[in-house]
């Protein structure tokens, strides 16, 4: 299905994933609204403060993509961030902000995108990970908000079937962007940066060409989840 004209959201627009996802939707033709909150990195035909964990920004930002385009057909939930270290002993301000910003705040997003769902073709598309599937010791507070990303997407994608809205989950797994920066834990990120060193990884284009096969699936087809990981990565 041809991507022209498309109206789309894309959070966590200024770096990795989001950032490729822009750049492939616009040069399929669509019109990108990228939103985060570092503007000065966002390349979409507009371009949006956005912090997840705020849910008045959240609707600024969505009502202001939706105004400016005359509706949206397209959202992809890609912001995120990934605090590691164990449970035990964890400063749990650190835990909120975790869920605050990959579970709540793609919540957030698509409740206030949805009344803007207007078009023929209609999709919503959330960034998970292969840590929404499976899970390793110190990741406990990230696990929790992908396999509740899942959650939320697989029931939504239920409940709006009747309505021609599409509702898919992508699952990478090593990409090279900037999401181990948020790790936190210096060891820990010394440890998953020698892993990452070694072999060669996912780029942000390798995920956002997996987001655009499904966007441009015919209505009658929805692709609803994805996994998609180095060839090397078990
Ligand atoms: P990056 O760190 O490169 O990008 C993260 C993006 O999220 C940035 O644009 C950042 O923008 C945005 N973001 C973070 N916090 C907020 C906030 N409070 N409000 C608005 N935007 C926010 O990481 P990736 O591209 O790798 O991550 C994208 C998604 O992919 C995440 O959900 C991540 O969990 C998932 N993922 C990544 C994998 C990987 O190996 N890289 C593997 C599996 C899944 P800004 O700081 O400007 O607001």
Known sequence: MDLKNRRALVTGASSGIG????????????????AARRTDRLDGDLNLTLDVTDEA?????????????????LVVNAAGIMPLGPV???????WRRCLDTNLLGMML????????LTGDARDIVNISSIGGRETYPGA????????GLYGFSDALRKELAPSGVRVSVVEPGYTDTELFTSIGDPERQAALAGVMATQRNLAGADVAAAI???????????????????????
Do not use: C, M, W
């Not at 950032?19 to 990228?34: D, H, I, S, W």
């Not at 406990?140 to 396999?147: L, R």
């Open 140 to 147: 406990a507070v990230y696990h929790a908000t992908k396999f």
């Open 109 to 116: 997003v698509t409740h206030a995108a949805l009344p803007h």
């Open 57 to 73: 920004s959240i609707r600024t930002a969505v009502d202001a993509a939706a105004a400016d385009f005359g509706g949206l057909d």
């Open 88 to 94: 035990a002993g964890a400063d749990t301000t650190i």
């Open 19 to 34: 950032a490729a996802t822009v750049q492939a939707l616009r040069e399929a033709g669509a019109q990108v609204a990228a």
């Open 212 to 234: 655009l096969h499904i966007v441009s699936r015919p209505p009658h087809v929805l692709v609803n989840n994805v996994q998609i990981r180095p060839s090397i990565q078990a």
